[in-house]
């Protein structure tokens, strides 16, 4: 494939002779590998065969900068462009449009509801409310300070000893409901989780209220509140936005350990784990304390870009840069207007949104920022929303938990079901000791 002149990989369509193989030399030595074409042109090179072809040579990628882990139909993202859609669908149609059960349901059926598979979803998730009594026993034997991804994540991973693995789930109307219940069942917990750091007790789900209005409800008991359901659609659209994210670290954890076939609960928890990261989900809670700090301790906004920019500080602006975007994260757009709307119907007026817009402002005027493609991404702004909504700052990640529970289960379905799935293992590249003889501890110095 010669590429050498076009700036960047060419689509399909802009070359006529691209050939639908790629010649890598080793050694003076050429291999054939397929490319394979998604259906939004992009390329790859298949180099299954590589170690076998060359007599042991493979190729190193830390972090997966440049690897697709797999081919899903699921989420497209295009982070040149900030294009991001679930199943085709452009995400700021769905965040205007629909809502988190109907894109749950998308993500797994690949198409959109009827009204009466809707219907269906929604009577399946009301229908999920009854816990097992030990999993509130769980909570309550932990100590109220612990972090609430801690406590979900070991709940996540609990819900198996009730549950089949979820291996002989064979069409995604099976699935439906295994998904249904998880995500029932984790909104119960996840509000009791946040209860009992308050030292409240719990609130039952309840039949007639929404998925977002019965988590509000649950975390506040506040269906009577006068703007409940402008709340509650706030909160919708920010699960429908981190519904999923193609193979970020969480998603990629999910299919990883799923891929050993372990219950699927295992393979949520592992999610849950790799989500909590600052650098992953953990930032959306270190954004607003990063806001906070810089309205407490009165920081001027260069100051906090400066110590962003020294690289002997470890502090980054939380909420800014992407592996993937290179141009603003159509999500943050969304966000940002959520959280204008909601502030200004609930007539909140918080400082920390000041300081965001203004920090964002000056980022984006600053070459540093400017130069490595550092735009706001999710996290930026979503804080901001779930404070207002009273939301306490370390159950953030857990909203997020919950809104990408769909994505990760959907994920995990789409590598259960393909008949090519084979358990992940990555290979290595050794560069430790060589053989050397054992010591007696005696001899050691
Ligand atoms: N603040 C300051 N500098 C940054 C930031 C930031 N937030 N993000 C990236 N950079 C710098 C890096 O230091 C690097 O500089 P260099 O070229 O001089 O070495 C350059 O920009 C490229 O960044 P990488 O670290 O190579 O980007 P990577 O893809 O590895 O990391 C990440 C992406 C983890 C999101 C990073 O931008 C970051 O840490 N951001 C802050 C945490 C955050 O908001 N995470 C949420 C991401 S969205 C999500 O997961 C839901």
């Known amino acids: 494939m010669n590429l050498s002149e076009f ?7 802009e070359v006529s002779d691209i050939m639908d193989s790629a010649e890598i030399k080793v ?30 040579v493979i190729t190193i990628d830390p972090a997966y900068v ?20 679930y199943r085709g669908y452009p995400i700021e149609q769905l965040a205007e449009k629909s809502n988190f059960l109907e894109v749950s349901y998308l993500l797994l059926n690949e198409d959109l509801p009827t009204a009466s598979e ?35 994540s070991s709940l996540m ?6 549950e089949t693995g979820g291996h002989e789930l064979q069409s995604s109307k099976e699935a439906s409901a295994v998904l249904a219940k998880v995500m029932a069942q984790t909104a119960i917990l996840s509000a009791n989780i946040s209860r009992h750091g308050s030292g409240l007790g719990f609130i039952k789900a309840e039949q007639g209220l929404s998925y977002s209005e019965n988590f509000l409800n649950m975390m506040f008991d ?48 592992s999610g849950v784990n790799a989500l909590w990261g600052p650098l992953h989900g953990g930032a959306n809670q270190a954004v607003v304390e990063m806001l906070e700090s810089i309205e407490r301790d009165g920081l001027s906004f260069e100051q906090v870009l ?5 690289k002997s500080d470890p502090f980054k602006l939380m909420g800014f840069g992407h592996r993937v975007y290179k141009n603003f994260d159509p999500r943050s757009k969304v966000i940002k207007s959520v959280c204008d709307r909601l502030l200004g119907d609930l007539g909140v007026d918080d400082p920390l949104l000041e300081i965001a817009k203004n920090l964002e402002n000056a980022a984006l005027e600053d070459d540093y920022f400017v130069s490595r493609k550092l735009y706001p991404n999710v996290d930026f702004y979503s804080g901001i929303i779930l404070r207002t909504l009273g939301i306490p700052t370390n159950m953030f990640t857990v909203i997020f938990a919950l809104g990408r529970l769909p994505g990760w289960f959907s994920q995990w379905f789409e590598m259960h079901s393909s008949p090519e ?20 501890i005696s001899q050691r110095v």
């Open 7 to 13: 700036d960047s990989v060419p689509l399909r369509s």
């Open 27 to 56: 050694f003076n030595k050429s291999h054939s590998f397929p490319v394979v074409m998604g259906s939004e042109e992009e390329l790859a090179i298949d180099i299954g065969s590589l170690r076998s072809q060359s007599g042991g």
């Open 66 to 85: 440049n690897t697709a882990s797999c081919q899903s139909k699921i989420t497209y993202l295009d982070g040149e462009k900030g294009i991001l859609r």
């Open 118 to 152: 809707l219907e269906n979803l929604v009577s399946q998730v009301s229908t999920s409310h009854n816990l097992d009594p030990f999993l509130n026993n769980i909570i309550k034997s932990y100590p109220n300070h612990a972090h609430p991804m801690c406590i979900l």
């Open 157 to 162: 991973v609990s819900l198996a000893v009730n």
């Open 222 to 269: 506040n269906k009577g509140h006068k703007n409940f359901s402008t709340m509650a659609s706030a909160l919708d659209c920010i699960f429908l936005l981190h519904a999923d994210h193609e193979q970020n670290c969480s998603t990629s954890a999910v299919r990883l350990v799923g891929s050993s076939q372990v219950s699927l609960y295992a393979a949520l928890a």
């Open 306 to 310: 400066d110590k962003a920019k020294d």
């Open 421 to 440: 799935t084979k358990i992940a293992r990555p290979r290595q590249i050794y560069n430790g000791h060589t053989n050397r003889q054992y010591i007696d």
